[in-house]
């Protein structure tokens, strides 16, 4: 009988691992689906202007599993953009680094868990990546009339970009809660 029980105990703890290891590929899953629309031609082309939704997945995923896991997936955000964006490889990951492990901490310190917060952190990640791409690119180089550069190609695809973050914020928050709901068991 206690064979039988010990047996039960280490199936249920290899189907609950089994299951974390599974919300992990469906984040990484996620983000692909979402980078390989965020490329496709003329796809959510807005005034020549495409939103990166990749960086409200890394967000969300941030909010929702911690600063570690936040990270780690906000270099596999900051990889994907950098193979589809005009930056330096690495550029895009090592911020989505900094950006997703401060969200993470900050919802875990200070900050709620809810759609609008979601929704500012992603606004806010966006101007920030966007502002940083621009002075690097731009800003630092003295170019003339940077300023239209700076209104369409980071004010207004930040904009654009955060109004998907409600709904990614809905897929990733009951993911997590499905596969949180059978680890549980």
Not at 28 to 52: E, H, I, N, S
Request: hydrophobic share 55%; net charge positive; glycine share 8%.
């Amino acid at each position: 009988m206690r064979r039988k029980v010990a047996g039960l105990f280490a199936t249920c703890a290899m189907i609950k691992k089994h299951y974390i290891i599974f919300k992990y590929i469906f984040y990484a899953l996620l983000l692909l689906v979402v980078y390989v629309l965020q490329t496709t031609p003329r796809l959510f082309l807005l005034c020549g202007v495409k939103p990166m939704l990749v960086v409200p997945v890394a967000i969300c995923i941030a909010v929702y599993e911690g600063d570690f896991i936040g990270g780690l997936f906000g270099i596999l955000a900051g990889m994907l953009c950098d193979m589809g964006a005009r930056t330096y490889f690495g550029f895009n990951a090592i911020v989505m680094l900094i950006i997703c492990t401060l969200c993470g901490i900050a919802i875990v310190l200070f900050i709620r868990q809810s759609w609008y917060n979601v929704l500012l952190l992603c606004a806010g990640a966006l101007f920030i990546r966007g502002s940083l791409e621009f002075f690097f690119y731009y800003g630092m180089w003295g170019y003339a009339d940077t300023g239209w550069i700076f209104f369409w190609q980071v004010l207004f695809a930040t904009v654009y970009t955060a109004l998907f973050s409600p709904l990614i914020n809905i897929v990733v928050k009951n993911a997590k809660q499905f596969f949180d709901d059978r680890v549980e068991v």
